[in-house]
């Protein structure tokens, strides 16, 4: 099993920009699609973005295309979420996840979760 540790979440302006990274421990880190969930208060965590094992296959939600870009380093086991264009509501928590098998699919459910890092964005 993956562990994820996420960090870079902060208070922002909106208009702003954050990068958020999730730093994965164990071998296997290579194989996995990686994504990045959100929960804000008193809502259900939601899907935000999905990236292949090798970085060529990405997915977004609709409300963040055109503003977050997910990408990924395999050698240094991280994955990030770069967060350009920010709205007050952006603000949540966080969450890195790992998922079982190298590709994303909207049915997939995360085998690993990091510990979540809070995003706010003030307006």
């Known amino acids: 099993q993956v562990q994820l540790v996420e960090s870079g979440g902060a208070l922002v302006q909106a208009g702003g920009s954050l990068r958020l990274s999730c730093a994965a421990s164990?071998?296997?880190?290579?194989?996995?699609?990686m994504g990045w969930f959100r929960q804000a208060p008193g809502k259900e965590r939601e899907f935000v973005a999905a990236i292949s094992w090798s970085g060529g296959t990405l997915n977004y939600a609709d409300s963040v295309k055109g503003r977050f870009t997910i990408s990924r380093d395999n050698v240094k086991n991280t994955v990030y979420l770069q967060m350009n264009s920010l709205k007050p509501e952006d603000t949540a928590v966080y969450y890195c996840?790992?998922?079982?098998?190298?590709?994303?699919?909207?049915?997939?459910?995360?085998?690993?979760w990091g510990q979540g890092t809070q995003v706010t964005v003030s307006s």
């Open positions: 164990g071998r296997t880190f290579s194989t996995h699609a």
């Open positions: 996840a790992a998922f079982s098998g190298p590709y994303w699919y909207s049915a997939s459910s995360p085998g690993s």
